[in-house]
Nanobody, 125 residues
Framework: QVQLLESGGGLVQAGGSLRLSCAASGRTFNNYPMGWFRQAPGKEREFVAA????????YYADSVKGRFTISRDNAKNTVVLQMNSVKPEDTAVYYC??????????????????WGKGTLVTVSS
């Protein structure tokens, strides 16, 4: 099992940038495809981005494509979501996730095997 801890959330103005980090502990980090999901108030949790074990394959939701970038550092057991040109509709609790299967499964199903507790991102207009 892997434990996940997000950081970097906060308040940002529309058009600005924010960098979310997720630190993993437990089992070998590079065994897991990693992803970010978010849940806005009153809405269901949705997929944001995912990255394969070796960082070769990336997936993004259409709503964030071209604005957000996911990356990972297997030596530091971290995965990062760089958020640029943020919009008020990006306001949500952002969750880091790890999966036993694949980044593709996370992007297609919206599911993952392990979850962090989340970090709140608020974008003001």
């Amino acid at each position: 099992q892997v434990q996940l801890l997000e950081s970097g959330g906060g308040l940002v103005q529309a058009g600005g940038s924010l960098r979310l980090s997720c630190a993993a502990s437990g089992r070998t980090f590079n065994n897991y495809p990693m992803g970010w999901f978010r849940q806005a108030p009153g809405k269901e949790r949705e997929f944001v981005a995912a990255i394969s074990r070796t960082a070769i394959t990336l997936y993004y939701a259409d709503s964030v494509k071209g604005r957000f970038t996911i990356s990972r550092d297997n030596a530091k057991n971290t995965v990062v979501l760089q958020m640029n040109s943020v919009k008020p509709e990006d306001t949500a609790v952002y969750y880091c996730a790890a999966d036993e299967a694949s980044a593709r499964r996370m992007s297609a199903s919206g599911a993952a095997d392990y979850w962090g507790k989340g970090t709140l991102v608020t974008v003001s207009s």
